[in-house]
T-cell receptor, first 112, second 111 residues
Framework: AQTVTQSQPEMSVQEAETVTLSCTYDTSESNYYLFWYKQPPSRQMILVIRQEAYKQQNATENRFSVNFQKAAKSFSLKISDSQLGDTAMYFC?????????FGTGTSLTVIP | DAMVIQNPRYQVTQFGKPVTLSCSQTLNHNVMYWYQQKSSQAPKLLFH???????NEADTPDNFQSRRPNTSFCFLDIRSPGLGDAAMYLC??????????FGEGSRLTVL
């Protein structure tokens, strides 16, 4: 069975600083996708960034980047220049076939 | 424009009174999902469809059922809601690049 672990239930960061959210996963498959989703308070869950397992290059989307370590089964999210609007719950997710598995989430608070 | 639309956004029901939540998608995707999310927890998969093929998770209670009459629409039926079923119910569809597109959710309150 696939599992996704986020070991940091809560984190905080000063505005304009950088923060890294951790995620590890467990799978015996070699072909899969990894995602970070953001869920602001009382708002819709939206995609932050995605990574295909077969790609060695780490994905980047503006201020968001990942550190994908396939051998270690690690997929961390780095948020640079944190903004107040980044305050949200962040979920790491693993997809293989049509199945998605979510971690338990990290609640990030950006402090003015 | 919204791609996954859920109705109602808020549903209040009495203990044991059936409810139906609806979801529609404008993306014409084959795959649709229903998730249950309780406060500050990860979404928990209840059902997913690949086209008309229906899959329910092993631990989805029998109290929950789903219907998908066509590609665009999907329904979640809760036959006899209990207090423990109060949650946000999320509908999602999967794009060709693998990502999930979520609706805004239907928040269920059970009195």
């Amino acid at each position: 069975a696939q599992t996704v672990t986020q070991s940091q239930p809560e984190m905080s960061v000063q505005e304009a600083e950088t923060v890294t959210l951790s995620c590890t996963y467990d799978t015996s498959e070699s072909n899969y996708y990894l995602f970070w989703y953001k869920q602001p308070p009382s708002r819709q869950m939206i995609l932050v960034i995605r990574q295909e397992a077969y790609k060695q290059q780490n994905a980047t989307e503006n201020r968001f980047s990942v550190n994908f370590q396939k051998a270690a089964k690690s997929f961390s999210l780095k948020i640079s220049d944190s903004q107040l609007g980044d305050t949200a719950m962040y979920f790491c997710a693993f997809m293989q076939g049509n199945q998605f598995y979510f971690g338990t989430g990290t609640s990030l608070t950006v402090i003015p | 424009d919204a791609m996954v639309i859920q109705n109602p956004r808020y549903q209040v029901t009495q203990f044991g009174k059936p409810v139906t939540l609806s979801c529609s998608q404008t993306l014409n995707h084959n795959v649709m999902y229903w998730y249950q999310q309780k406060s500050s927890q990860a979404p928990k998969l209840l059902f997913h469809y690949y086209d008309k093929d229906f899959n329910n998770e092993a631990d989805t209670p029998d109290n929950f059922q789903s219907r998908r009459p066509n590609t665009s629409f999907c329904f979640l039926d809760i036959r006899s809601p209990g207090l423990g079923d109060a949650a946000m119910y999320l509908c999602a569809t999967a794009g060709t690049t693998g990502e999930l597109f979520f609706g805004e959710g239907s928040r269920l309150t059970v009195l």
